[in-house]
């Protein structure tokens, strides 16, 4: 069965819980390539979505948050150098991690399954633990960060609502966080007052 990125999402999103729906994406010509990672990530609370290309990929994660994006080369116009690039220079899919999925390494990458600057490379015939392990590490990884992301974000509230005046420092005297209300009293815009001494 094939899914498309748009109807699965809107369908998903009428029935979330509390909870991000965490998204999976993939790129491949292979239709048994998509039922045996959906079978092997089932377990993990993500859902995959199909794509017929990198630039539609590019598209999906310039409108969703996803844990990875896997892609097939076995088919594909760009090599995984050019398609991490143009990843690369978008805001929303710069953080988007990429797992590639070939019948060899690059001549450059050597023995390592990893490149930091374009992502991380998994040989064909796909062997079902460490393809989950590895989306299992991507998932944790967007879990933790989402977390960080609110936590700051309920601090920031908090320390906003106070009547106090608040100031964060670091290690180099600079003002890392004022609240309005210690602006307010040095007659600053908080604006004014991040970064400088």
Known sequence: MKYRFSHAVRMKNAYMSDKQLLKILLASP????????????????ASLFKVESI???????????????????????????????VFQKNERSKFVPLIFLTDSLPPDLGENYFHE???????????????????????????????????????????????????????????????PSAARMLGYEVSELIGKR
Not at 57 to 78: M, N, P, T, W
Not at 154 to 172: A, K, P, R, T
Request: with cysteine.
């Open 117 to 179: 600057e374009v992502g991380t490379y998994l040989l064909k015939p796909l062997n079902s633990r460490i393809l989950k392990s590895a989306v299992a590490l991507f998932i944790g990884l967007l879990k933790k960060g989402n977390a960080l992301m609110s936590l700051s974000r309920q601090n920031e509230l908090i320390l906003n609502s106070c009547e106090e005046g608040i100031f964060g420092l670091d290690v180099y005297g600079n003002h890392t966080f004022v609240n």
């Open 55 to 85: 630039e539609e990929g590019l598209e999906c994660c310039q409108k969703a948050e996803f844990a990875a994006f896997i892609v097939d080369l076995e088919k594909s116009k760009q090599d995984s150098f050019e398609i991490s690039s």
């Open 30 to 45: 292979d239709p048994k390539c998509f039922s045996f990672i959906e079978k092997t990530i089932s377990g993990l609370g």
